[in-house]
């Protein structure tokens, strides 16, 4: 029981952990109450996710030390370092056009309708470019330790980094599913999939993210 808590208390301690266990609940909920038409629970959802929505207003310096620990990513050649760059940038413009949502949905800020209307799709594309670009590059890693795992040189750590990186390319595939439903009609699938449908896919990248999280922690020095 005490070892439970201490697990407990260790995966909320950290912002980003914490935010994977609040999508869980947000997006369950969410489920939840459209699958059942329930009116309470679509409102706990939609409470539960403008908390998170709150708290990642404050991730831009997270955003901003990841992109100068990348820097412009000449490690990974000029195709992969441009699309790693690329995608740092893509997650600071989401979290400003986020705090300009933020604003707009609490009544501080207001613009025309028009304006409005841009602003939200832009937040919307900013993420489904992110998702893409980190599926793409995931893929490639998914690839490059396959190839790792045939050498006969191989590290005894190669199969977990494997499973590690296939069950991360399944959670980003669901991730940009999701991230481009919410775009307008008429851009790929956008606003194709019901709420139910768009949930499901959600909450099963969430549950993803814990495994992802977990599974991960096999590959720590011990």
């Given at each position: 029981?005490?070892?439970?808590?201490?697990?407990?208390?260790?995966?909320?301690?950290?912002?980003?952990?914490?935010?994977?266990?609040?999508?869980?609940?947000s997006y369950t909920l969410k489920l939840w109450g459209a699958t059942t038409?329930?009116?309470?629970?679509?409102?706990?959802?939609?409470?539960?996710?403008?908390?998170?929505?709150?708290?990642?207003?404050?991730?831009?310096?997270?955003?901003?030390?990841?992109?100068?620990?990348?820097?412009?990513?000449?490690?990974?050649?000029?195709?992969?370092?441009?699309?790693?760059?690329?995608?740092?940038?893509?997650?600071?413009?989401?979290?400003?056009?986020?705090k300009l949502v933020w604003l707009l949905d609490t009544g501080v800020l207001?613009?025309?309708?028009?304006?409005?209307?841009?602003?939200?799709?832009?937040?919307?594309?900013?993420?489904?470019?992110?998702?893409?670009?980190?599926?793409?590059?995931?893929?490639?890693?998914?690839?490059?330790?396959?190839?790792?795992?045939?050498?006969?040189?191989?590290?005894?750590?190669?199969?977990?980094?494997?499973?590690?990186?296939?069950?991360?390319?399944?959670?980003?595939?669901?991730?940009?599913?999701?991230?481009?439903?919410?775009?307008?009609?008429?851009?790929?699938?956008?606003?194709?999939?019901?709420?139910?449908?768009?949930?499901?896919?959600?909450?099963?990248?969430?549950?993803?993210?814990?495994?992802?999280?977990?599974?991960?922690?096999?590959?720590?020095?011990?």
């Amino acid at each position: 029981m005490v070892s439970l808590v201490e697990e407990i208390c260790s995966l909320l301690e950290a912002h980003a952990d914490r935010d994977k266990v609040v999508s869980l609940v947000s997006y369950t909920l969410k489920l939840w109450g459209a699958t059942t038409k329930s009116p309470p629970l679509l409102t706990a959802s939609v409470r539960v996710a403008g908390a998170r929505a709150t708290l990642r207003l404050f991730d831009d310096a997270a955003a901003l030390r990841a992109l100068f620990r990348y820097g412009f990513g000449k490690q990974e050649g000029l195709l992969w370092g441009t699309l790693g760059l690329t995608n740092g940038l893509c997650t600071l413009s989401y979290l400003q056009a986020e705090k300009l949502v933020w604003l707009l949905d609490t009544g501080v800020l207001k613009l025309t309708p028009e304006l409005a209307e841009r602003i939200r799709i832009a937040h919307k594309l900013f993420w489904s470019l992110s998702a893409f670009i980190g599926l793409s590059r995931s893929l490639r890693a998914l690839h490059l330790t396959r190839k790792i795992l045939k050498s006969p040189k191989r590290p005894k750590c190669a199969p977990v980094r494997v499973t590690q990186a296939a069950l991360t390319s399944t959670k980003l595939l669901l991730d940009v599913v999701h991230a481009v439903s919410w775009l307008p009609r008429g851009w790929l699938w956008g606003g194709a999939l019901t709420t139910a449908q768009a949930s499901a896919v959600a909450t099963a990248s969430a549950v993803l993210a814990l495994v992802v999280h977990y599974h991960g922690k096999r590959l720590l020095p011990r």
